[in-house]
């Protein structure tokens, strides 16, 4: 009868440890299904909106169907004392609207907001709102769901330009969504999280651009990982941005001089430069591509390295703790794009599913 009994919990036992395993595994799978759905997208950062066949190929190749884009710029006039738009969009080309789904995103100047109080900030968010509505009644935008500012906002100026964004939610009644730098994510207690609906991650230009020193401002894994700490707590729900771009950073005297971009490296193979280390030396005073370069200066070559991307996407998806992401490119442009195979940026999205 004991042994009976025996046989008989064991059994039992043996059904239970069976159904928790199935209930775990089943558990398991479904979070890692519903982990994170990815949604694709792009910047489009020029003033005059006119896509090559190239690039939409290349959206489509990719199922992209959102494009953030930059509709115009904030800044501080001196001359009249008071925040002006910039670089406002030209739209020759219209096709986008048809197949993409478009995000306005203005730039606001870190200037233009120390220059604003609070108060300010209240009409500086109203003018921003009716020129982005204006832009959309003539090029026929007729989806508006969502507007994102783009600020590099600190400690001095978060006042106001937090002021800004809650005005600006009140005007339109928009989803509102703000770029947050990776120091922002650091230095929490400073930088505060701004009052948006979600915020966009941007993982490029983290080093010090200025510094002769630098290796690459725009993206190192190992310095994305100094900013990273904190990012699984994050209070705001986050989508995240790569670099896709490359520049020259200017050094003369040993003093950063300025950006130059577009300018292949082709160009450097005559007499006048010497390559050594990513960096090239001016041999003589020359006029390149516009430029006028003098002898000594130094042009350190940055680029957005596909392994480095790669490896800044698994650091970020290892923190992030989203269901739902948007994933963006920074940006949409031929020249840009022919560096980099649609396998290449296949496998960057792909790390996020």
Partial sequence: MNKMIRKDCYVVYLILLYLLLFAFTFYSCSEKTAEIKVERSFYYWKSALKLTGFEMNRLDSLHVKTI??????????????????????????????????????????????????????ILLAGKIYGLIKDICETNHINTLDEIQVDCDWTASTRKQYFSLLRSLKQISNKDISATIRLHQIKFLSKSGVPPADRGLLMCYNMGNLKNPAT????????????????????????DVAFPLFE?????????????????????????????????????????????????????????????????????????????????????????????????ELESIYSIFR
């Fill in 68 to 121: 953030y884009l930059k509709f115009f710029d904030v800044d501080w006039d001196a001359s009249t004392h008071q925040a002006i738009p910039k670089a406002k969009l030209q739209v020759p080309d219209k096709r986008l609207f048809l197949k993409y789904a478009v995000i306005p995103t203005v730039f606001v100047t870190n200037a233009c907001m120390r220059q604003n109080d609070s108060a300010q900030t």
């Fill in 215 to 238: 290796k690459n401002s725009i993206i190192e894994t190992s310095e994305l990982k100094k900013y990273t700490g904190n990012l699984s707590s994050y209070p705001l729900r986050l």
């Fill in 247 to 343: 520049w020259k950073v200017l050094f003369r005297e040993n003093s950063f001089k300025g950006l130059i971009e577009n300018m292949p490296a082709a160009i450097f193979a005559h007499s006048f430069a010497l390559k050594n280390n990513g960096r090239i030396e001016i041999l003589k005073d020359t006029l390149l591509a516009g430029y006028e370069l003098k002898k000594g200066d130094v042009l350190r070559t940055e680029e957005s390295d596909i392994t480095e991307v790669l490896a800044a996407a698994t650091e970020i998806n290892k923190r992030l703790k989203n269901t739902r992401l948007r994933v963006s490119f920074f940006h949409l442009d031929s020249v840009t794009l022919t560096k980099f195979t649609p396998n």
